[in-house]
Nanobody, 136 residues
Framework: EVQLVESGGGLVQAGGSLRLSCAAS????????MSWFRQAPGKEREGVSC????????YYSDSAKGRFTISSDSAKNTVYLQMNSLKREDTAVYYC?????????????????????????????WGQGTQVTVSS
């Protein structure tokens, strides 16, 4: 059984930092693109960042570029999202997701669609989400 378990959310003041973790079990990172999505109340789900295990390439939405960093530790089967310079508009539930990918072309397509179009339909597994609240 595949499980994705997020942690690290919480309440932080604007300008502060948080590091989210996504612990995966039952799957091998080599065959999955790992991404972070978020959804704020009343808004559509947004693709924030993606990492390709094919070559370690990372992808970010415009809102995340320069502030967020995605990384992974294959030994721990964990993906991280380091979020710095947080803004009130970053307040949302953050979800980790795993999408199957078996070659470089698929990784590029999946990660690009994630951050460019917030496409989540190809993701096979999702975590339960962790709340991030940024106060002014």
């Amino acid at each position: 059984e595949v499980q994705l378990v997020e942690s690290g959310g919480g309440l932080v003041q604007a300008g502060g930092s948080l590091r989210l973790s996504c612990a995966a079990s039952g799957l091998t990172f080599d065959h999955y693109a790992m991404s972070w999505f978020r959804q704020a109340p009343g808004k559509e789900r947004e693709g924030v960042s993606c990492i390709s295990s094919s070559d370690g390439s990372t992808y970010y939405s415009d809102s995340a570029k320069g502030r967020f960093t995605i990384s992974s530790d294959s030994a721990k089967n964990t993906v991280y999202l380091q979020m710095n310079s947080l803004k009130r508009e970053d307040t949302a539930v953050y979800y980790c997701a795993a999408g199957p990918a078996y070659d470089t072309v698929t990784f590029v397509r999946l990660c690009s669609s994630t951050v460019d179009r917030s496409a989540g339909y190809e993701y096979e597994y999702w975590g339960q989400g962790t709340q991030v609240t940024v106060s002014s």
